[in-house]
């Protein structure tokens, strides 16, 4: 293990719902009356958050999804994902051996790289993090968890309810029961800070790596966060705030100008992939570029 440092990049924007979004708690329900399944809450304010792990989950699992369909064209610059090529399996007695979805959470399948060199060439487990039987490598991506943005926040204290009751029935498919739930959920519109940091270990990866991210946020804004997302919960949106490159220098001595602000104000994460170039070219001039 030979790790580097050689800056970070911190992103901040907001996340809106667009439709209603419904995150859950492990609480126990009963203490809530009428709801049978509550959203998340802020114990310390008792407002709904985005935890940053559910937002990092969903962001993984797109990306992974992306990368096992792309597994053959993209082994030569990711050479780990030759290892999960169909009947390409070297290896004895590993579970679901070859598969790319090769680790069993629940009642699904994930993706994890095992050793510390395998994800260090896998476009996923480089940027998310895996913790594999054999090593463990660290996530280059932090997600922090995401509040409401000011603007909710005074809302809410002016008396706007931020969250409702939605009543779902399921139908037993066997009995033909109806099974009525009230689940809760954020209402659609509502806003709140994301903070996303990548931190840069390796010179050659930077720039893939933050396009991977901007891929996974782009994919999350046509799919869903949270649960029922078939249900039509749980569409989001991101929009940036800002995007800063803070250097070594930054770290060592304080140097604030010494960081790259990157120009992203109010571009969503697809405007954001498209100009990657433009948007970035001081930092590659500064970094060298992938
Ligand atoms: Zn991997």
């Known amino acids: 293990m030979n790790r580097k440092f050689y800056g970070k990049f911190i992103i901040l924007g907001k996340i809106q719902a667009i439709t209603g979004l419904h995150i859950g708690s492990q609480r126990d329900i009963s203490e809530i009356g009428g709801i049978d399944n509550p959203v998340i809450k802020d114990p310390h304010t008792g407002l ?13 699992s ?10 053959e064209e993209w082994k030569g610059r990711y050479p780990s994902l030759t290892e999960y090529s169909p009947g390409s399996c070297r290896t004895e007695g590993r579970e679901n051996c070859g598969r790319f ?29 895996a913790s594999g039987n054999e090593s463990n490598f660290p996530a280059r991506v932090i997600v922090r968890d995401a509040f409401l943005t000011d603007k909710w926040v005074e809302r809410w204290k002016a008396g706007e309810e931020i969250t409702e009751a939605k009543i779902e029935v399921g139908i037993d498919r066997v009995t033909s029961q ?5 689940n809760e959920r ?56 800002s995007l800063e490159f803070r250097p070594v220098e930054y770290y060592r001595s304080g140097n604030m100008e010494s960081i790259i602000w990157i120009n992203v104000r109010d571009k969503s994460a697809v405007e954001v992939l498209g100009n990657f170039n433009d948007l970035f070219a001081e930092v590659e001039r500064k970094l060298g570029a992938g």
């Not at 709904?48 to 993984?60: A, E, N, T, V």
């Not at 959470?105 to 994890?112: F, K």
Request: glycine residues 8%; neutral net charge; hydrophobic residues 35%.
């Open 48 to 60: 709904p958050y985005i935890p940053g792990s559910s937002l990092k989950g969903r962001l993984r």
């Open 186 to 241: 954020v209402v659609a519109g509502t806003e709140f800070e994301f903070e996303i940091l990548y931190t840069i270990e390796e010179l050659s990866h930077w720039e893939d790596d933050i396009k991977n991210l901007l891929t996974s946020m782009v994919l999350l804004e046509d799919s869903y966060l949270g649960g029922s997302g078939s249900r039509g919960y749980g569409k989001v949106r991101f929009s940036f705030d």
């Open 62 to 71: 797109l990306f992974e999804i992306l990368t096992n369909s792309k597994l």
């Open 178 to 182: 109806a099974n009525p739930r009230t």
């Open 101 to 129: 979805f090769n680790k069993r959470i629940n009642r699904g399948w994930i993706h994890v790289c095992q050793t510390y060199e395998a994800a260090l060439n896998c476009p996923v487990c480089r940027l998310f993090g």
